[in-house]
């Protein structure tokens, strides 16, 4: 069993960055951020495998940089010009097979989600 703590989230004005941070328990191969706004349904943002693999959502792709640090089995997201609509609680996921996808059934371990608010 691999537990995720994220960290980082909080409440920035528009344009601005913040960077979210989750610490694995133990070895992930696949570690995905995702993100779920007020009635709407978790949507996957940013996939990383462990050589480096990488995948983003249209909604981010270039704004957003997911990247992990395998000595620290610790997963992050570096995101830039944020938007009101990027406000959600965003949630940190793990498996330990080969997935690097963005759809929510594909991760077996999941953290308790960090706030990250945007005014505009």
């Known amino acids: 069993q691999v537990q995720l703590v994220e960290s980082g989230g909080g409440s920035v004005q528009a344009g601005g960055s913040l960077r979210l941070s989750c610490a694995a328990s133990g070895y992930t191969y696949s570690m995905a951020w995702f993100r779920q706004a007020p009635g709407k349904e978790r949507e996957g943002i940013a996939s990383?495998?462990?050589?480096?693999?990488?995948r983003y959502a249209d909604s981010v792709k270039g704004r957003f940089t997911i990247s992990r640090d395998n000595a620290k089995n610790t997963l992050y997201l570096q995101m830039n010009s944020l938007k009101p609509e990027d406000t959600a609680m965003y949630y940190c996921?793990?498996?330990?097979?080969?997935?690097?996808?963005?759809?929510?059934?594909?991760?077996?371990?999941w953290g308790q989600g960090t706030q990250v608010t945007v005014s505009s």
């Open positions: 990383i495998n462990y050589t480096g693999t990488l």
């Open positions: 996921a793990a498996d330990q097979r080969w997935v690097v996808s963005l759809r929510e059934y594909e991760y077996n371990y």
